[in-house]
């Protein structure tokens, strides 16, 4: 990969000139890569090592990101308390810094490990956190993302309408920001909450058209790649024609 080529060689430099402080950025940055191809084991040894040397450095800023990355990693394998205990951190962090946008982000973690835990009261408490800092720092794609999540609340305790208005809002901000993938991704929101209320046709039915918008995105994304291959060749003939 080569992205991952790119920061083991700044990670290389860093380490050969001893510059710690952005040392722990590339092993930061390593270990979301490694988290994101499988490798959850080696992304945490990555995230630990950065955390050592941003707290050594009181690098406050790449200390939250780092934090949130391994409070991330705790979510994935279910050990939900350490994670809520590292987001707790991150917020006292970005509170005394005034990082707002770490914060609505840390909010939406929280929320997201609340939900995971079936703790709904909890995890709407930190959903509006966020969508309150997202609005006032106009945050569009914040609020589109965390209104989506929302959603799948309202839909689990009967309140299919607000739900619903909720998800129209983030289509309307998908549409108005061109975020193409994102309506297929809320239908798949929208079906992994209408099966957990057991409401298993409206389910099948989001199912349904995440699969078309999706096979749709591939269609037009193929189109237009035969489409340059046509302009391509018609302008590779006409060149051959001025040479010959």
């Known amino acids: ?113 609340f939900y995971a835990k079936k703790e709904y009261k909890e995890a709407l408490t930190n959903y509006d956190s966020s969508l309150k800092i997202c609005n006032e720092i106009h945050m569009d794609y914040g609020v589109m993302l965390i209104s989506s999540h929302k959603a799948r609340i309202l839909v689990v305790q009967g309140k299919d309408q607000e739900a619903e208005k909720l998800w129209e809002k983030a289509i309307a901000i998908s549409k108005a920001n061109a975020y193409l993938s994102f309506p297929a991704q809320l239908e798949g929101l929208k079906a992994e909450a209408y099966e957990l209320a057991n409401k298993y046709k409206k389910a099948l039915e989001a199912s349904n058209k995440k699969r078309t918008l999706e096979d749709n995105a591939k269609s037009d994304k193929q189109s237009k790649l035969i489409s340059n291959l046509i302009k391509y060749y018609e302008v590779d003939i006409k060149n051959r024609e001025i040479i010959h």
């Open 1 to 113: 990969d080569s992205a991952l080529c790119y920061y083991q060689q700044a990670l290389n430099y860093y380490r050969s000139v001893d510059n710690q402080e952005d040392l722990a950025v590339a092993l930061d940055n390593i270990g979301q890569l490694y988290e994101s191809a499988g490798f959850p084991i080696k992304s945490k040894n990555l995230f630990t090592e950065a955390e050592k040397i941003n707290r050594k450095y009181q690098n406050n800023y790449h200390l939250v990101s780092n934090l949130n990355n391994l409070a991330l990693y705790y979510k994935n394998i279910s050990q939900f308390d350490s994670a809520l205990l590292l987001f707790q951190e991150v917020d006292s962090i970005s509170l005394a810094n005034g990082l707002r946008q770490d914060r609505a982000i840390n909010f939406y973690n929280r929320a997201n490990v």
